[in-house]
């Protein structure tokens, strides 16, 4: 059974009487224990996506899906008060910003505290404080912060960037979420402390099962660590499938460009060379093309590509293109494991 | 061929304010040597304060430096003589949204440089001006526009623009390709090229993406706590790492090529 199943979600929002799709019709589905990546560029809706998920989008947008399962259970039958219960329970979320999204005025003790469930705690009201003081002290041990006492009694500015999102990741942590979706964890951080989130995040799947969904703009960032990854485009579903699947035979044109156009994905690629890039911008919301919406930028466009094309499934490789790269007729060859 | 930029045992340090005969000073960055020459990139990597921005500061002149000397085509630069520095250094930041006056058009805006550092009258500068957003793939036309009309690729074009339109010989890129989407950061990275092509300009790129550098640069220095630690041809000090520092940079960053193996 699936973890999270999504079929055609859509994200609307209404601007002056006018409607503008921000998310069209994007599915997606994740099994226990796996780690997905959501790869899209800026405006491409992966953190509405991941918003609506939460449900913590306000009232502006409208989202409408298909089906929308949580564990089997139908969330979209659900009164809003019991779908609120069932995902703060099981989903949490961290953010890109970890030094924006703590509260400055509060030390990180007090933080870390107040996220623990009262539930969790055994015995008496007098030992209550006692215990959550120890539980969120263990929870800083799971993230992998030695200095605990100095930690705790800190406020988020004396902290560096890595040690304050290891502190949302404990945070998220303290309800024993069954997913964890990461929107964009380590935007504009360092290498080192890039490799020590990422290499903390996978040792939590690893050890506690614990599913992750990893949300990045940069295809090269993430393929390390992800099981398998969905591709977006301004808000349309592209491509879908395990990793070496997208990074070593990508069906779709848009995917192909971002695999080209990282420079260390090309290391055969001479020093000083052009890269190879799809022509044009991202376009903005009020001004989408119709129809597939990569259209105006794709090499491969042709008169059909005006309707929005429907999704493929190609021995667990969807993709979402009226002209694939590699043609759906014949089939398709194992894909190596571990290709560059 | 001389080098066009040589830099001698620059070095900074902050004082302290504190009693008169109690100074104290942190040194933030040692006394450091390098040479680029026209048409050549040089890279500089280092972990969080480790003072590549501060280098870079220093070169552009928003700083004095506290020692050394830099030469230009052989000719010392004075700490004082902006304009010499301004004509032939030039500087574009991280964050293009927030480097462009958002009250000024993007005549104005480049009209400025031109009018503090050049005798051109009015209609020469609006010339120069059109054919240099058209060099960096903008239309001339964009010019009566303000700054957030433009999507953030375009606002980095505009920064290039205004950095290139004084004919300067070193461009100084502080992270300026780190905020931008990857299919737009590989467009900027053609232009780049293609400048430094036709204008024989050199480039002191600072960035965390190890990729672009092993694909752009031609040598790189290695910054830590403010000294160089290795420097060298980056392809071989990218092959080949000697010193720890530069060590963990790269490993932190090569298992990002090949996905997950099962």
Redesign the interface.
Known sequence: MNLLDIRNLSIELIHDDQRILAVDKVSLSMKEGEVRGVVG??GSGKSLLAQALVGVLDDKWHVHADRFHWRGVDLLRLSIDERKALLSRDVAMIFQEPMACLDPTTSIGEQLTEAIDSSQLTGYFWQRKKQRQSAAIKLLHKVGIKNHQACLTSYPHQLTEALCQRVMIAIALARRPILLIADEPTA?M???N??QIFRLLASLNQLKNMSILLIS?????I?????TITVMYSGQFVEAGT??QI??KPLHPYTR??VD?????N?H?P??S?????PG??P?LQHLPIGCRLGPRCPRAQQACVKAPTVTNFHGHKVSCHFPLTPLKSTPKKTR???? | MSDLLEVKDLCKSYRHKSYWFNRKETSVLAPISFSVEANQTLAVIG??GSGKSTLAKLLVGAEPASGGCVYLNGQALKSTSYKQRCQHIRMIFQDSGTTLNPSLTILQLLDEPLKLNTSLDEIKRKELIRTTLQKVGLLGDHMNFYPHMF????KQRISLARAIILQPQVIILDEAL?SL???????M??LL?DLQHQMGLAYILIS?????I???S?NIIVLSQGEVVESGK??DVMNNPQHKVTK??L???S????????
Do not use: C, V, Y
Request: proline content about 3%; hydrophobic content about 30%; charged content about 25%.
């Open positions: 560029e800026s504009a360092e290498n080192t890039e490799g703009h940069d295809l090269e960032t393929t390390h660590w992800t099981n990793t070496a990074f070593g460009a971002l156009s990282s420079p260390s994905a290391l690629l020093a000083k052009r890269l190879k890039t799809l911008s991202i903005i494991k571990g290709t560059s | 972990e969080t999507s953030g690729g375009q780190a989407d990857p299919s737009l950061r590989s467009q990275i053609n090229l965390h993406n190890l990729g672009i092993r694909h752009f031609d980056t392809r963990k940079l490993m932190n960053q298992f990002q090529l090949k996905p997950k193996r099962k």
